[in-house]
Structures are given as C-alpha cells and as structure tokens.
Nanobody
Framework: VQLQASGGGLVQAGGSLRPSCAASRNILSFNTMGWYRQAPGKQRELVATITNRAFTNYADSVKGRFGISRDTAKNTVYLQMNSLKPEDTAVYYC??????????WGQGTEVTVSS
C-alpha cells in the first residue's frame, strides 16, 4: 500500500495551494487519512484529518484557512490551503491509518510561503 503526495510549491503569503495524496487502494478502507507537517527544527504536527465517514478535524492554526477533502473515485485526498502564511512553510506529509495496517506515510511535499 502506498501514498503518493504531490502539489507543494512556492507561493507568496496570501496565496493558495492544493496538495493531493493518491492512495494505491480504496481510501474508504482506511479509518482515517490526514495531513501532517514538519517545519525546520520543529516536530511533526497534525494539520487536518478526515475519517472514512467524512468527519474532519483541523489544527487550530489552520481552521478557517485549510480544507481537507477527498475524491473516492480517484482514491485521492486533498488539502486546500488558502490565505497561506510564512509560518505554514513546512514539508507536508500524507498519512493513513487502518486497523491491522497501522500508520502509513507518504513522502513529503514541500510548501514554502514567502512574505
């Protein structure tokens, strides 16, 4: 089982990006999928998650600016990031969890927000 993240990049403050995470199997087979990020010199932190029942959860720092969504036909989860700030600069990682599989991580996609 693999997760393939893409869609990071360089953007000015106030701009938007929409990274995507494509899974190699039916994403509804995962209990949850999510995005985490790790800024230089900092620990990895949760950004947003979505359950297989489509319940979502967000870090306080991104509420109102970021939105997690999915396309089950494409087995892909997206992270719409709006009103980006320099402090959003980080490597963003896609994650999935399933009972019996545990945590699965994709490779990171780098997001850089310039001021």
């Amino acid at each position: 089982v693999q997760l393939q993240a893409s869609g990071g990049g360089l953007v000015q403050a106030g701009g938007s990006l929409r990274p995507s995470c494509a899974a190699s199997r039916n994403i509804l087979s995962f209990n949850t999928m999510g995005w985490y990020r790790q800024a230089p010199g900092k620990q990895r932190e949760l950004v947003a998650t979505i359950t297989n029942r489509a319940f979502t959860n967000y870090a306080d720092s991104v509420k109102g600016r970021f939105g997690i969504s999915r396309d089950t036909a494409k087995n892909t989860v997206y992270l719409q990031m709006n009103s980006l700030k320099p402090e959003d600069t980080a490597v963003y990682y896609c994650q999935a969890y399933a009972v019996g599989l545990g945590d699965l991580w994709g490779q990171g996609t780098e997001v850089t927000v310039s001021s």
